[in-house]
């Protein structure tokens, strides 16, 4: 392969970065955030609710029918499998999860232990009944790319199903906010209100398109490879049997085959069409929902 050809091969896979909103890279001056939620007592490492978390905790417990609102810090180890410092999560099975009967557990991150606007987001997957349902989708046969990328979206947990909950986790934070009185502009204004639900489509995109265009391995790994798609519907053979390290490894294989494959891709304007199919839903469920 001459140099010109891998220049354009290079061009080509870093243009594979579809968005739902555009890159905003201008920093942004959040103002004032209001008040804290509270903070993990040093001595005891009980979390103190401070006067407004409190009154948002005797809320929360009003809306849910009687459940209690638990803060912990985040459980070692968790916070590297969870992305790149996130100021919390929810874990919706087991003991204060989605199913439980009388607690929901949210875990701060003790740098963010204070942030009323990430504890309420939290709260609002707590009582999301979304989280405790199992969701089915019937996978269409898989016949070509286009097929692929349609139940990748619609069956793996980190896309269309996170964007939702995600979703809905911000517009939980406001309304609770704004029913107690508690600012969230600072919040609301930012570019990440909506980006964020929206980078688990941009993320999933990425991945298959990473998925779809990668050269097809040895059949001795299949057994070990395809184990990681049992949740996930079939896969063919002439796919890469195998799911990108995240975030995705740019270095690539430039080798014929993913060549012809990710040229095949750009051309493929079946494929680019449900793509931009899936990021001008994704955009108007966003905007449906979190559009005040």
């Known amino acids: 392969m001459s140099q010109l050809e891998k220049a354009y091969l290079n061009k080509v896979i870093a243009s594979f970065d579809p968005t739902v909103y555009p890159r905003v890279f201008e920093p942004y001056e959040r103002g004032d955030v209001g008040p804290g939620f509270g903070a993990f007592n040093p001595e005891t490492k009980l979390y103190d609710f401070a006067p407004e978390g409190q009154k948002f905790k005797e809320y929360f417990k009003e809306k849910t029918g009687g459940l209690d609102l638990n803060i912990s810090s985040t ?61 089915k989708h019937y996978p269409t046969e898989e016949r070509s790319p286009t097929d692929f990328l349609n139940n990748y979206i619609n069956i793996n947990h980190a896309a269309r199903r996170s964007m939702i909950a995600e979703t809905e986790a911000q517009r939980a934070a406001i309304e609770s906010m704004k029913a107690l009185g508690i600012p969230s502009g600072a919040d609301q204004g930012d570019p990440w209100f909506k980006g964020y639900p ?66 095949n891709l750009a051309l493929d304007q079946t494929y680019g069409n449900k793509e931009q199919q899936i990021l001008d839903n994704t955009q108007k469920y966003i905007n449906d929902r979190l559009g005040y």
């Open 198 to 263: 929206a980078s688990a489509i941009d993320k999933e995109l990425l991945k298959v398109r990473e998925m779809v265009t990668a050269p097809t391995r040895p059949k001795s790994l299949f057994p070990e490879t395809f184990s990681r798609f049992q949740q996930q519907g079939t896969i063919p053979t002439y796919f890469a049997p195998y799911e990108p390290s995240s975030p995705v490894q740019r270095e690539i294989d430039l080798t014929d085959a993913r060549t012809k494959k990710v040229l």
């Open 75 to 135: 459980e070692p180890g968790v916070l590297s499998t969870r992305g790149q410092d996130p100021g919390g999560y929810f874990i919706s099975r087991g003991p204060g999860g989605a199913t439980d009967p009388v607690n929901r557990n949210v875990y701060m991150n003790p740098d963010n232990q204070e942030n009323f606007f990430i504890a309420a987001h939290e709260a609002g997957h707590a009582k999301d009944p979304f989280l405790a349902k199992d969701i």
